[in-house]
């Protein structure tokens, strides 16, 4: 039996996400981003959103787009250092900020895609990760509002032989996924690009709903199994996008041409 997942435009793919919807979006920097699914986004206005991603993009792309909308509550997030609407949202009390170490964060999505609750980590023992006091908010006034509770802390023994401490972390489900590939088939079945495959995977994985974009999409059978990087049991919608997209650099660096080298 067939099963056709594509949909024919971005507006349609995310038609149904609500106004108050948790979100897990793939991507590493700004590589990867879904940016026709958060452009589609944008335009079908659902608020109060929760987002769950490496990053919050930077000003002017990304989810980026959306802080500057105004469109989302709360970031899950483990690196955030490129955006300064983010930051003065963050900072001013209009949106609420949980970080997690960014191996953490990757298995928070992951587990929760493979129906695992919780599990146990080393990351973040001894500091205020698994200790608390991290403002996830602050009020109008700079003054800090709220703050990350404290986690479970327990002994194992490790890998290594010696007993350690290890954090309990509760696993990330969300209620829709977003992202980008550059490849896929009707069945949903995706290839990643590069640094694209850090994110994007785990947070398909964890969306209840993972709506993905795909720069090329063909039929079932064409992309070798052995080349998939995310089964079509976990993708419920497929867009194509096409390869004609931009694609900007978050840093670009150069080096002098051997030319301007000679002339000086």
């Given amino acids: 039996m067939s099963v056709n ?3 024919t435009s971005a507006d349609q793919a995310v038609a149904d996400i ?3 919807a948790s979100i897990a979006v ?3 920097g700004l590589s990867g981003n879904p940016i026709q699914l958060i452009e589609a986004l944008l335009r079908q206005g659902a608020s109060n959103l929760t987002i769950a991603s490496n990053n919050a993009g930077v000003d002017g792309w990304g989810l980026g787009r959306l802080l500057e909308a105004g469109r989302i509550r709360k970031m899950i997030s483990s690196y955030v250092g490129e955006n300064k609407e983010f930051a003065r949202q963050y900072l001013e009390g209009e949106l609420e900020l949980e970080l997690v170490p960014q191996g ?3 298995e928070k999505l992951r587990a929760g895609g493979s129906g695992i609750p919780a599990f146990y980590t080393r990351a973040g023992v001894g500091t ?3 200790d608390g006091g991290i403002p996830t908010k602050y009020d109008a006034q ?3 509002a709220e703050e990350s509770a404290p986690k479970e802390v327990r002994p194992f023994r490790s890998p290594e032989g010696p007993v350690v401490s290890y954090a309990l972390e509760e696993s990330i489900v969300a209620d829709f996924a977003l992202v980008h590939a550059v490849r896929g088939d009707l069945h ?6 590069k640094a694209a495959r850090q994110f ?3 947070a398909a994985m964890a969306g209840r709903i993972c709506i993905a974009q795909v720069e090329e999409l063909v039929e079932p059978g064409a992309i070798d199994p052995d080349d998939v990087h995310l089964p079509g049991i976990y993708v419920h919608r497929i867009l194509e996008v096409g390869t004609d997209i931009e694609k900007p650099i978050e840093k670009r660096t150069v080096r002098t041409s051997a030319t301007d080298e000679e002339a000086s």
Avoid: H, I, Q, Y
């Avoid at 949903?188 to 690009?193: A, P, R, Y």
């Fill in 188 to 193: 949903g079945n995706l290839v990643f690009n």
């Fill in 26 to 28: 793939g991507g590493f």
């Fill in 128 to 130: 205020p990760v698994a």
């Fill in 18 to 20: 609500p106004d108050g």
């Fill in 104 to 106: 953490t964060l990757a």
């Fill in 200 to 202: 994007s995977p785990p």
């Fill in 5 to 7: 997942k594509s949909v």
């Fill in 142 to 144: 700079g003054n800090v």
